[in-house]
């Protein structure tokens, strides 16, 4: 298995742009979730997806941010106007209703908004 | 909200050196789970415990969860540095799991 799958590795934006994230879950998991890294917050959870259903989105920061997931092998993340303060590493992971919530996660997403 | 708080936030320490690091919380979970993650990586879970007591050795890692499901703790017997590396643990509840703030810890050969 390939594993969760990120695109792109890292991103360089000036404030203001839209950017897209990408996101393939591993085949077969039904739940997938958003996460934002920095150093002074953390991993924090931004939305998660049930069978393609958005879920909870209560930690999407404002209306810049939404989230997809047209179909069982592919999400997006959308932030649109960018800010600097979005700077991070966005993580998608993935997993199955039938483990014990393990999830595995992709590379993640560098982002740098000048 | 349920919150875990780990500690310490950062470690550095000689190879061959013993450490504990802990995870605690105010909230019961169904589960506790460790994972690690190195630079430009993702998290890359190490363990899943459940229940309350139970205690799981990974090679040189033992990882114990508390009795009332509220707390753990990974201790790492003589580190070396390929330890090196940022620690997470992360309470689960149904399919969604609240994160500590993580231990960043260094092995210095």
């Known amino acids: 298995d390939a594993g969760v799958i990120q695109s792109p590795r890292h991103e360089v934006t000036e404030m203001g742009q839209e950017v897209t994230l990408r996101c393939k879950p591993i085949?077969?998991?039904?739940?997938l979730f958003w996460y934002r890294q920095t150093m002074m917050r953390g991993l924090e959870l931004l939305i998660y997806?049930?069978?393609?259903?958005?879920?909870?989105d209560s930690g999407m920061p404002e209306d810049r941010f939404s989230a997809k997931m047209p179909n069982a092998s592919f999400s997006t993340l959308k932030i649109q106007p960018s800010e600097p303060r979005d700077s991070a590493v966005y993580f998608c992971?993935?997993?199955?209703?039938?483990?014990?919530?393990?999830?595995?996660f992709g590379p993640g997403t560098r982002l740098t908004v000048l | 909200t349920q919150l875990l708080e780990q500690s310490p936030q950062f470690l550095s320490i000689q190879e061959g050196e013993n450490l504990t690091v802990y995870c605690n919380s105010s909230?019961?979970?169904?589960?506790l789970q460790w994972y690690r993650q190195e630079p430009g990586e993702g998290p890359v879970l190490l363990v899943t415990?459940?229940?309350?007591?139970e205690v799981k050795k990974l090679k040189r890692l033992t990882f114990q969860f508390g009795d009332a499901r509220k707390d753990s703790s990974l201790h790492i017997t003589a580190a070396q540095p390929g330890d090196t590396g940022l620690y997470l643990c992360?309470?689960?509840?149904?399919?969604?799991?609240?994160f500590g703030g993580g231990t960043r810890l260094m092995v210095k050969p």
């Open positions: 909230s019961v979970f169904s589960s």
């Open positions: 085949s077969g998991h039904d739940y």
């Open positions: 992971a993935s997993t199955s209703s039938g483990g014990l919530g393990e999830q595995f």
């Open positions: 992360a309470g689960g509840a149904g399919n969604m799991l609240t």
């Open positions: 415990v459940v229940t309350g007591g």
């Open positions: 997806f049930n069978n393609n259903v958005p879920i909870d």
